[in-house]
C-alpha cells in the first residue's frame, strides 16, 4: 500500500484534503492525524473491519482496547446511555482536552473497537484538524497513538512515517504536536471515578472540579498481582531503539557520570542524547 502524505496548515486547514481523509475513514480505511497529545491513527469507531485494521498496522494486541475520538460533547450519546454527572463537569472543565473518560458502551459501539469490553474510552481532542477530520469522517474516530506497538508515540508526521508508511492510507502532516503525552484515563463507571493511566491532566486538577479520584493501585508500582485496569497498562511502551542509561545520585555525581558515559560512547562512534529537566540542563552545560 502506497501512504500519501498530506500538509496540511494550521491557520488555513484545506477543506479538500480534510475530504479526501475523511473519505478514507468512512470507506473503512486508516488516515494519522495530529491530536494534541500525539499523532494517533484513525479509523471510522463504528466499523469492527476498520477497528481490525489498526491493530494490524500497529502490531497491537487486539485486547487492547481503542480510545474514541468525538468532536461534539452531544455525541457522546450515542456511544453511551450512561453519562454521570461528574462526567459532564469534567467534561465541562477538560473537553476538548486531553482527557479520556470509560463508561459502559451502547450496542451500537463494536466489540472490536473496545477490545471485548463492555465499556468504552471516549476523548474529545482540542486540535482543529483532529476536530474536523473526526466532523468529516462520521463523528466518531478511533485513534491510538500512530507507531508501531511498543514504540515511542509519534509527535511529528515523519516519526508517523518511519514506522507506519506502506501500512496505512494517509498521513496528515500538521506539524508537530503540543504535549507530547498521552491522555489521563479516567473510568467514570466507578464512584469515585479512577484513574486508569496517569497523563496530561493530574489528580489534583481533577478535584478542583469533582471531590475526589482515586489510582488504579496496579499503575503505582505496587507489587500487585491483580491485572491494570486499562488493558493496554500491561504491555511494554516508549521503547526506544536505543540503550537508555538511567543515572541516578546527587546532582553532581549524575552530571560526572553522564558526561564520562557520553565521553566513552563518542569515542566508540556512538550517537548521544541526554534528557534533562530545566534544572539540570545548565548545571550539566
Ligand atoms: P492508546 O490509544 O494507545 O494511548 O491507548 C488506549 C488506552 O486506553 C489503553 O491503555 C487502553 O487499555 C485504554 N482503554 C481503552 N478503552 C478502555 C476501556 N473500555 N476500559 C479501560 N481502559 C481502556
Ligand atoms: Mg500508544
New binding site residues.
Partial sequence: MKTEIEKLNLEAIDDKIIAKAAAIIRDGGLVAFPTETVYGLGADAMQASAAKKIYEAKGRPSD????VHIAEVSDLRNLTDEVPGKAVKLAKAFWPGPL?M?FEKTDIVPYGT??G?D???VRMPSDPIARELILAGGGFVS???ANTSGRPSPTTAEHVSEDLSGKIDMIIDGGSVDIGL?ST?L?MTVNPPMI??PGAITAEMFEEVIDHVTIDETILGIETKKAP?????KYRHYAPKAKLTIVEGNIREEVLAIRQLVYEAIRQGKRVGIIATNETIEIGR
Fill in positions: 487492547n482496547p481503542l480510545i479520556t470509560i473496545t477490545g469490553l465499556t468504552v474510552a485513534a491510538p497513538s498521552e484515563i473510568d486508569l493511566r485496569k486499562a488493558p493496554g497498562m
